[in-house]
């Protein structure tokens, strides 16, 4: 079956630090995967997506690359400000049969000033 | 208008009460979820409508309803829930189902309370 592994949080930074949170998959076929952000007390927001290999999302000056060689799809940040503090979901919806999103588990980011 | 809004925020019903969620877009989408999230959790998928129909009963138990009068809107109807059921209540639409490259919309959510 499909899945998403994230790297458990939280996630500690100080403000203007470099940001990686890594996701891996599996699935069959040519999934297309996406970062959700959740800021506290909201609902989730589409951050960035990437539906074909090596295809690279951005926004907000985050940015994730899609590599099926190692079925990753790892978001970065160069700098990241107190209001990134959130939480951030990978996810894939595959190529074939289902078109429900499978999510990670969630990664938590604290950014302090 | 890419906004998908919900209401109540919060709502804090006891065991015995009948309450509804209530769920808006108006982006033309087809398909619209209902998630149930809890605290620190991923989404958990509980229904999907696609073009108004009922496609995917995640095995809900019968104390939760969901209703989809028309292309814009989807209710879920509660009754005699159990305080495990106290969850933040997501609803999301995107374009179809059928669709790998296609992202949800999320709304804010209900934070729902059962006591």
């Known amino acids: 079956g499909n899945s998403v592994t994230q790297m458990e949080g939280p996630v500690t930074l100080s403000e203007e630090a470099f940001l990686t949170i890594n996701c891996t998959y599996t699935?069959?076929?040519?999934?297309?995967l996406f970062w959700y952000v959740q800021y506290p007390g909201e609902g989730l927001q589409l951050l960035l997506k990437?539906?074909?290999?090596?295809d690279k999302g951005s926004n907000k000056g985050f940015e994730a690359t899609y590599r099926k060689e190692t079925t990753s799809f790892h978001l970065e940040k160069g700098s990241v400000q107190v209001s990134d503090s959130a939480v951030y979901f990978c996810?894939?919806?595959?190529?074939?049969?289902?078109?429900?999103?499978?999510f990670g588990r969630g990664t938590s980011l604290i950014v302090h000033p | 208008d890419t906004e998908v809004t919900q209401t109540p925020k919060h709502l804090v019903m006891g065991m015995t009460n009948k309450k509804s969620l209530k769920c808006e877009q108006h982006?033309?989408?087809?398909?619209m979820y209902w998630y149930k999230q809890k605290a620190k959790k991923p989404p958990e998928l509980m229904f999907v409508?696609?073009?108004?129909?009922?496609?995917i009963n995640e095995s809900v138990p019968s104390r939760f309803s969901p209703e989809c009068p028309n292309s814009s809107l989807l209710n879920l109807h509660l009754h005699a829930l159990q305080p495990e059921d106290s969850a933040l209540y997501l609803c999301?639409?995107?374009?179809?189902?059928?669709?790998?490259?296609?992202?949800?919309?999320f709304g804010p959510g209900t934070r729902l309370t059962v006591t």
């Open positions: 999301a639409s995107s374009q179809s189902d059928g669709g790998s490259s296609y992202e949800q919309y």
């Open positions: 699935a069959t076929g040519y999934p297309s």
């Open positions: 990437a539906t074909k290999a090596d």
């Open positions: 996810a894939l919806k595959a190529s074939g049969g289902s078109y429900i999103p499978t």
């Open positions: 982006m033309g989408h087809r398909a």
């Open positions: 409508y696609s073009y108004e129909k009922l496609s």
